[in-house]
């Protein structure tokens, strides 16, 4: 027998401190860049945890973080649940009564925020419930005026904590790390906790060779928020590595994100379709050396075919297309070629990377249509469903639970095909699917066809109520400059590429299309301003 020593998050910061004290974190402030070397982080994330413990924090509490993507969240990402915490990281994009919502429910005993993010939660604090101190994280050394209290400054919990604090040694590898809470369609967000254990196995299948391969020698940025599914895992995975860590701080714009690439020589950078599609957009009209990038990793909606053979063909940058959610850690399935498939024509291997990918190792996926599994014919639709150690197996305290989590598995509501080679594709969302005539139509499929003509920017197709068809798909188009294509030409080009009931009923220009707080197109908000649209006309 083996030694079951726990799979616990302490000794990720402890390794990155041990054998990585000169490899650096890269923030970037409002005012400029911050580096710090592991060494100090390693230092300040004991201090946090001190101060965090004379707070009152205790094992098992609940530490929320509203905050984006910088050295303090990092150190906040390690000292809460390395002393036995819980880390709960809060959507800021999220309106004011959910975010109530959350924090209430997930019961936080102690806000870590930002000082962008004080006016937002003195908006809820009158029905905050368990909350007992504000800690803010900022540049300045006053805190700014607030009507939050008690108060405290973040700087000066690192100040005033022991650097001899050590981790306790008690905590079990099944022990809740963190939280995250995940929109619904409809009510309010659902929480998914993750154990030490499923984070650090996730970490390890990032750096699995095949999968992420994140790796000491990567300057790897998460664009990602930190607040969204972990960033990913990165910040987990980027410190037990000792892997340099490019955090891009508030507001940032493609420029920025350009900026940075090309200033810090990022190697490896993961964020949401919109980012690369604006990232993109960026490159056109101004020059940066991004050749540094080993790869983009590319996840949390389809991402466009155009895109992948943009960042490829122009810019020679491999382009990782992967597939997760808040419930798996996230990452699921990557895109990468077999070796047999290396040698095929690019246009074929485009279309394999095109899907989401194969399952990575340790975790275990079906693919359940009308009559059971489908087969693996990347024809046959039906709902993923997914099951593994980084794999949710409720939500918190939701009596939603009952409707995805069935015989120990997640279902995942995405509609998807699997091909003879076990790449899965995903369809749709099941609640965004068109189903015209009893048939269904894949919205994204149209979408990355519309994406593909040089003309557009982004698109995004709804479906409409339909009194014959049931619903019929109409697209939504921003064009890179307006006037560029007419309607015609751009069904035109389409036409050849669809069954003639797949085209869309009409196609709309729209000046933006509406994001959802991680920056996936709002389909719920485009449809019904698509409704309003069409009836005007
Ligand atoms: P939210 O529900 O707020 O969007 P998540 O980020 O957890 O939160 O979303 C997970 C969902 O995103 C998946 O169920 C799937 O529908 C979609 N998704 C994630 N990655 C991809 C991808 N590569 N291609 C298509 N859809 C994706």
């Given amino acids: 027998m083996m030694m079951a020593t726990p799979l616990t998050m302490t000794q990720m910061i ?12 890269i923030s970037r402030t409002a005012n400029g860049i911050d580096r710090f070397t592991y060494k100090q982080i390693a230092e300040r994330t004991r201090r946090l945890a001190d101060s965090l413990q004379k707070l009152g924090v ?34 800021i994009r999220l309106a004011p009564q959910h975010i109530t919502y959350i924090i209430n429910h997930a019961e936080d005993k ?28 900022t540049d300045d050394k006053e805190l700014p005026e607030t009507t939050l209290s008690p108060v405290y ?7 005033q904590g022991s650097n001899d604090y050590q981790y306790p040694e008690d905590i079990d590898e099944n022990d809740p790390a963190g939280m995250c809470y995940t929109s619904a369609t409809t009510g309010n967000p659902k929480g998914v906790v993750y154990s030490h254990r499923g984070i650090v196995l996730h970490s390890m299948a990032l750096g699995m060779a095949d999968s992420a391969a994140l790796s000491e020698k990567d300057i790897a940025m998460a664009v990602v928020p930190m607040f969204h599914a972990n960033a990913w895992g990165l910040p987990f995975a980027g410190v037990w590595f000792g892997t340099t860590l490019v955090m891009p701080g508030p507001n940032f714009t ?24 604006g990232m993109l957009k960026e490159l056109e009209e101004k020059e940066y050396d991004i050749s540094s990038l080993r790869a983009v990793l590319c996840g949390g909606s389809a991402a466009p075919k155009a895109v992948i053979r943009a960042f490829e063909q122009k810019y020679n940058i491999p382009f990782m297309h ?29 279309d394999i990377r095109a899907k989401q990918g194969i399952l990575v190792p340790g975790l275990d996926i079906k693919v359940v249509g009308k009559d059971g599994e489908v087969p693996w014919d990347g024809k046959e639709m039906g709902e993923l469903a997914i099951r593994g150690p980084w794999i949710a197996s409720e939500y918190y305290k939701d009596e939603r639970t009952k409707d995805a989590f069935r015989d120990g598995w997640l279902y995942t509501g995405d509609v998807v095909t699997i ?14 699917l068109i189903k015209s005539g009893g048939e269904w139509i894949s919205s994204v499929d149209l979408e990355n066809a519309l994406m593909a003509h040089e003309a557009v920017f982004e698109a995004a197709v709804v479906a409409i109520p339909h009194e014959k068809w049931q619903e019929r798909p109409v697209a939504c188009v921003v064009l890179k400059q307006k006037g560029q294509v007419t309607k015609e030409e751009l069904m035109e080009f389409l036409t050849p590429q669809f069954a003639k009931w797949w085209l869309p009923d009409d196609i709309l220009f ?4 509406p994001k959802t707080s991680v920056g996936k197109f709002l389909k719920r908000a485009l449809r019904d301003e698509v409704q309003v649209k069409l009836q005007k006309n």
Avoid at 75 to 90: M, Q, R
Avoid at 153 to 159: A, M, N, R, S
Avoid at 510 to 513: A, F, N, R
Wanted: contains cysteine.
């Fill in 322 to 350: 992967g597939y997760g959610m808040t419930e798996t850690s996230p990452l699921v399935v990557i895109s990468t070629l077999k070796s047999y498939q290396e040698d095929l024509p690019y246009e074929e291997r485009l």
């Fill in 153 to 159: 400054h973040y700087e000066q919990l690192i100040e």
């Fill in 419 to 432: 091909d003879e080679e076990g790449f899965i594709k995903i369809v749709d969302r099941t609640k965004d």
């Fill in 14 to 25: 402890k390794r990155a401190e041990k054998y990585f004290p000169k490899k650096q974190v």
């Fill in 254 to 277: 493609p420029k920025i994100l350009a900026e940075l690439i090309q200033q810090e020589k990022v190697t490896f950078t993961a964020g949401v379709p919109t980012i690369w599609l």
């Fill in 110 to 137: 102690v806000l870590l925020i930002d000082s962008d993010f004080v006016p937002l939660i003195e908006q809820c604090k009158d029905e905050l419930s368990s909350v007992k101190a504000y800690v803010i994280m």
């Fill in 510 to 513: 729209l000046d933006e299309i």
């Fill in 58 to 91: 205790q094992k098992g509490d609940k530490v929320g973080t509203l905050a984006w993507n910088h050295h303090r969240h990092l150190e906040a990402y390690f000292a809460i649940p390395c002393s036995g915490a819980v880390l709960h990281t809060i959507n």
